[in-house]
């Protein structure tokens, strides 16, 4: 990544002031100090990410359509199907209780019917996760693992305001929360490298920094963004809601979505020792792309793709659907120097991908 002067400035009078207070804060073995390339999930490749093309999964084409009417669109059984079968085709077993039973992991000393999952989906502007795949995703919680409906929480801790109201999900189990903001981005977590600040902390979602979520589950929609955060938004930008999105509108901001996608609120708990994850947090990474758009991130969808994709390491699904789907497959080209740095910065390259670094379709 190219530096600018200024930023190289900045950055040099914050390690100094920094410095000059405590020399001892430099030494980065905080709990936020992911050791890279070490795995995030015990039971998973986190390298790879399935997806789907099926015009079944929508019964009529209207691609600048509000969000009601996509759900009237929408085909569940024909989404729920399809859904389970990238569960397979991640997991690599033939049967989808297997292979839920494999991307999901069980926190240790707790029962299913204990265990609390959190659901980030992304609710800005006008597009948002369709109820089919909200749905699926929490039947399969309740259905394959046996996880109580009052424990699965849907949030958007910046833009969910209203989302109980304006996007009210249908066909979910009797008794999951859609809780809006959650309480909103307001308790204070130490945030890695690469990302520099003079307090080296941001504002989270409180029931992640104090441990009451379990499960995370990233539900992101698949729209356009500014270049600096490679042209797009998907699932690792989707926690600019989970994390304060504040200081991704400052010099840095790259940085920023990269460092907040490497602490433990996301990965999960990790060896303070090693910075291995010891229980992983985001078990699931979800990209709705029945609808989508090149442009973004406010305004109604561009096309209409009746596309899905799912993996369990976000920077590696981003990176796949960014340059495979929406760059080959579309031609909506993601800024590279950017997008790059989704795998190099987490420690990988393009050859370290399976299948030839492509999405594995079932």
């Known amino acids: 990544m190219r530096i600018s002067r200024r930023l190289f400035l900045k950055k040099a009078i914050i390690t100094g002031a920094v410095i000059t207070a405590s020399p001892a804060i430099l030494v980065r073995k905080s709990p936020a100090a992911w050791?890279?390339?070490?795995?995030?999930?015990?039971?998973?490749?986190?390298?790879?990410?399935?997806?789907?093309?099926?015009?079944?999964?929508?019964?009529?084409?209207?691609?600048?359509?509000?969000?009601?009417r996509q759900n009237e669109l929408v085909v569940p059984e024909v989404v729920w199907e399809n859904i389970d079968k990238m569960a397979c085709t991640l997991a690599e077993t033939k049967a989808p209780q297997e292979a839920w039973r494999t991307i999901f992991v069980k926190?240790?000393?707790?029962?299913?019917?204990?265990?609390?999952?959190?659901?980030?989906?992304?609710?800005?502007?006008?597009?948002?996760?369709?109820?089919?795949?909200?749905?699926?995703?929490?039947?399969?919680l309740t259905n394959h693992l046996g996880v109580k409906p009052s424990n699965i929480y849907i949030y958007d801790g910046v833009h969910g305001s209203k989302m109980s109201r304006?996007?009210?999900?249908?066909?979910?189990?009797?008794?999951?929360?859609?809780?809006d903001k959650w309480g909103g981005v307001n308790t204070l977590t130490p945030v890695p490298d690469p990302w520099i600040s003079l307090y080296l902390k941001s504002e989270c979602l409180k029931a992640l920094v104090d441990g009451t979520v379990d499960i995370l589950i990233n539900m992101a929609m698949c729209k356009g963004h500014s270049t600096q955060f490679g042209g797009f938004t998907m699932t690792m930008k989707?926690?600019?809601?989970?994390?304060?999105?504040?200081?991704?509108?400052?010099?840095?901001?790259?940085?920023?979505?990269?460092?907040?996608?490497?602490?433990?609120?996301i990965l999960g708990q990790m060896d303070k020792r090693t910075g291995r994850v010891v229980y992983p947090r985001q078990q699931l990474c979800f990209i709705d792309a029945l609808w989508a758009s090149k442009g973004g991130p406010g305004g109604l969808p561009s096309h209409q793709p009746n596309f899905l994709a799912m993996g369990?390491?976000?920077?590696?699904?981003d990176y796949l659907v960014a340059?495979?789907?929406?760059?080959?497959?579309?031609?909506?080209?993601?800024?590279?120097?950017?997008?790059?740095?989704?795998?190099?910065?987490?420690?990988?390259?393009?050859s370290d991908l399976p299948a030839g670094g492509k999405i594995i379709e079932p």
């Open 35 to 68: 050791a890279r390339k070490t795995n995030v999930h015990p039971q998973m490749n986190p390298l790879r990410v399935a997806g789907i093309t099926d015009p079944r999964m929508t019964k009529g084409t209207e691609v600048a359509s509000s969000w009601a």
């Open 107 to 140: 926190p240790p000393q707790k029962s299913w019917t204990d265990t609390v999952v959190a659901i980030k989906t992304n609710n800005i502007a006008l597009q948002h996760t369709r109820s089919a795949v909200m749905a699926k995703t929490c039947h399969t």
């Open 166 to 179: 304006n996007t009210p999900f249908a066909g979910m189990p009797e008794g999951c929360r859609i809780v």
């Open 238 to 265: 989707n926690h600019f809601g989970t994390f304060s999105p504040a200081p991704g509108h400052q010099e840095g901001a790259l940085d920023y979505l990269l460092a907040i996608n490497q602490t433990p609120e």
């Open 312 to 317: 369990v390491f976000s920077p590696v699904v």
């Open 323 to 350: 340059t495979r789907f929406r760059g080959e497959k579309m031609g909506w080209r993601p800024n590279m120097e950017a997008t790059r740095r989704f795998l190099t910065d987490f420690g990988y390259s393009e």
